[in-house]
């Protein structure tokens, strides 16, 4: 399978046999690298006069089935887990084994994970990822062919809120808490300014969480 940047490669790739040949921002982030085991990301926040101010740290962890057994039980005091599903692959199949289909292995892994004891007081904030190229799918290959209990219109919202619902539908309801909210996202990650509104809008769920932890709202 070719990887999904693999169009933007091709009509670039005059430049990278260059000797002097510099990867610009937009060549970086229309790279692929695996992730591997748990890598650990640091983010400090400065306030006004440069002291820190905020800490996040966020665990990258690797998607394909070899890789889960090394983090499924590797987090405790999790603020939020974020799950990145690619709408574009409701059509496609796994990378690895080239038979299960790629959105229903992300809906039977994000169940897995989300209905985790260690993660019960943890946010769940599920990046629907990949919007470019699942809006160039939407009305050429179907939705209904691939999902057979897929009964709206085949077009960009009604596909989108099929599938919110189909990831809704995997949180269990506790007795001792009250059901998980999903804060969905819709992103293209090689889009510079969507990844900045979606870290913004994490990190103000992830403060209001806090607050209330601590009996301020």
């Not at 995997?170 to 293209?188: G, L, N, S, Y």
Request: charged share 30%.
């Amino acid at each position: 399978q070719l990887i999904d940047t693999a169009e933007y490669l091709f009509d670039h790739m005059q430049h990278y046999w260059t000797d002097d040949y510099v990867p610009t921002f937009a060549d970086l982030i229309h790279s692929r690298q695996r992730t591997t085991g748990v890598n650990k990301i640091r983010f400090e926040l400065p306030d006004k006069q440069g002291a820190v101010e905020e800490v996040y740290e966020i665990f990258d962890v690797g998607g394909q089935k070899n890789e889960r057994r090394k983090w499924m039980h590797f987090f405790d005091n999790t603020a939020a887990i974020i799950f990145v599903a690619a709408l574009s692959g409701y059509n496609q199949l796994l990378w690895e084994d080239n038979r299960n289909n790629r959105m229903r292995e992300a809906i039977g892994l994000f169940r897995g994970i989300v209905n985790l004891d260690v993660f019960s007081q943890s946010h769940a904030i599920m990046f629907l990822n990949k919007s470019d190229l699942f809006d160039r799918k939407v009305g050429i290959h179907s939705v209904k062919e691939h999902f057979k209990d897929f009964d709206g219109k085949e077009e960009k919202e009604p596909i989108i809120e099929f599938f919110k619902q189909k990831f809704r539908d995997q949180v269990r309801e506790r007795r001792d808490t009250p059901k998980k909210v999903i804060h969905f996202h819709v992103t293209c990650a090689t889009d510079s300014d969507c990844v900045q509104k979606m870290f913004e809008s994490c990190r103000t769920i992830i403060i209001r969480q806090e607050l209330i932890y601590q009996g301020f709202l």
